[in-house]
């Protein structure tokens, strides 16, 4: 098995079968929630503009400026929210809008399968994963506004340490790091991240417990290769 | 103390009074011992072409490009193969262009005062931090090729095992996942080290050894801002 980890989204990563796209605060945890509650699939834009392009009938669109929801979108990139407006999810079709995890879910797709995860989907990711016996990954941690973020090398880690179990072949530098965070306690990473830190000032201290409350849900959002229509557990 | 790390040399760094440049395999290992075997300076270039330009009277040119010495260069970027031919850089002034280093090495002397740090010389350049109160550092970390680096990362622990133990005001995501590496046996970073495992194929076994010898030199390179000049302990 060929396993590789990128702290960053950067345009020279290798080709790989599957991406495991991480932005644990909040975007790909936002959008295992979604799926969770019932929308019908999440396509990932990088500006607001062209969100507003895709609006349509059953559409809901979601998405943060700086952590804020954008004017005019119906929703935040927000967990807690999402969770608590479930009805008003099913059967949507979600237009999401972030500052870093729409930049590293579109750089993943534009290369490969991917899958997106976060430590609220973890062990449903590691299902699919191992099941199918897929060996040939690139994990791509989103980080923040450039900066390697504590919280996706954690949930990196936390994927590695079952993955690397498996017969590997390719592990570069980036995974031992990252599986080298694998057992550090929950509440020390959300105390050192300094995103997690930027959340709690903004009061959205629910959101920071929904996304550290691993595999509360059995998600798997996942899209094909240019396809950017993220769907629960399609056939690939 | 406000403590950042960065694991790869990237434009857009904070501004911070000393830069601590990390590249454990070879060239910050390299600038240590040529110092410690009494050259006089070292001057780092990005290209050979700039290096044949300064070559003078008593300058030896010492660069690598993967891995190997640059064609009519006098040493390759290899600390053993320096303190093997200790007597050859008494006095002299060094010109050094190697494929990681020079580049963290150019960048963090544009911004201010910059240390060449690497396992070889660890304890000295603690010891030069601490006593000069020093309370604004920016570590960073050289890579390889655009990738982090294991052993860098290491490195970068090792110091901010100690220098975390002083009042912390700041310390970036990079610097929590880099402390949590800095008890990992020597060994296994050896191991596990992808640019590590390269050298080794190559045959470069002593200076694996040698740069992975800690604190085996007593010196600390340095240079004022902007002027590219690396000396040993010099008064800023």
């Not at 017969?167 to 105390?191: C, G, K, V």
């Not at 798997?220 to 769907?231: G, L």
Request: net charge positive; hydrophobic share 40%; aromatic share 8%.
């Amino acid at each position: 098995m060929r396993l590789y980890t990128y702290f960053l989204p950067k345009e020279n990563i290798e080709t790989h079968k599957y991406y495991i796209v991480i932005d644990t605060l909040r975007a790909t945890s936002s959008i295992a929630t979604a799926l969770s509650v019932g929308c019908d699939s999440i396509t990932i834009v990088n500006n607001p503009e062209k969100a507003f392009e895709l609006k349509g009938e059953h559409t809901l669109l979601l998405g943060e400026r700086n952590a804020m929801k954008i004017s005019g979108f119906d929703y935040s990139n927000s967990p807690s929210e999402i969770l608590k407006n479930a009805a008003h999810f099913k059967n949507k079709k979600i237009i999401l809008c972030t500052t870093n995890g729409s930049k590293s879910l579109l750089l993943a797709n534009s290369k490969g399968i991917t899958i997106a995860a976060s430590l609220i989907n973890l062990k449903a990711v590691l299902q699919y994963l191992l099941t199918r016996k897929i060996d040939d990954i690139g994990i791509i941690c989103s980080g923040t506004d450039g900066n390697v973020s504590l919280e996706d090398v954690f949930t990196a880690g936390r994927l590695l340490s079952v993955l690397s179990k498996q017969d590997i072949t390719y592990f570069n530098d980036e995974s031992y790091i990252a599986l080298n965070m694998a057992n550090i306690p929950h509440a020390r990473i959300l105390q050192y991240s300094i995103h997690a830190q930027k959340l709690k000032k903004m009061g959205l201290d629910k959101d920071l417990t929904m996304c550290f409350n691993e595999s509360l849900f059995n998600v798997v959002p996942i899209s094909k290769m240019n396809k950017n229509e993220f769907k629960s557990k399609i056939d690939i």
